[in-house]
């Protein structure tokens, strides 16, 4: 993997061990579709194992200091549903990592879900509640 950020590489070190061992394979940086306005949408992983009916979409914020990555969390929750409605992909993550969030436990708590219609099936999860989800094969 090629990314030099800090989201790069906390998914090589973290998160692509824990898909490993629990049997999951991946695609990464995969273009899913267009974003309301036509741009492309990237998402970090679409993760996919045996016998799953849908692969996973996996999107991926990193925040160091506070920033612009918490003001990007709700469109990214409303472009993973909007994917999900294509009817391609089961389930969506967007996956918070960081010391620098002010709002991460509003985000993970479900409240953002609750406003946005049709993101039932996004999840916005801490970057250790995903690992720990993805090591017991439980994504």
Avoid at 76 to 81: K, V
Avoid at 89 to 110: E, F, I, M, N, Q
Avoid at 113 to 120: F, N, P, S, T
Wanted: a positive charge; one cysteine or more; proline letters at 3%.
């Amino acid at each position: 993997m090629g990314r030099e950020t800090t989201t790069g590489r906390v998914l090589e070190e973290m998160i692509l061990p824990a898909l490993r061992r629990a049997g999951y394979t991946w695609t990464e940086q995969t273009c899913i579709g267009c974003r309301p306005g036509g741009r492309k949408h990237k998402v970090d992983l679409v993760v996919s194992r045996e016998g799953q009916d849908r692969a996973l979409l996996v999107s991926m914020k990193w925040q160091e200091a506070s920033g612009t990555a918490e003001q990007k969390v709700p469109f990214e929750a409303m472009c993973l549903a909007d994917a999900l409605k294509e009817g391609s992909y089961g389930k969506a993550y967007l996956v918070l990592g960081g010391p620098g969030w002010t709002l991460r436990d509003w985000y993970v708590s479900g409240a953002l879900q609750k406003r946005l219609v049709g993101a039932d099936d996004v999840q916005v999860a801490t970057l250790e509640a995903f690992v720990a989800k993805a090591n017991q094969g439980k994504l």
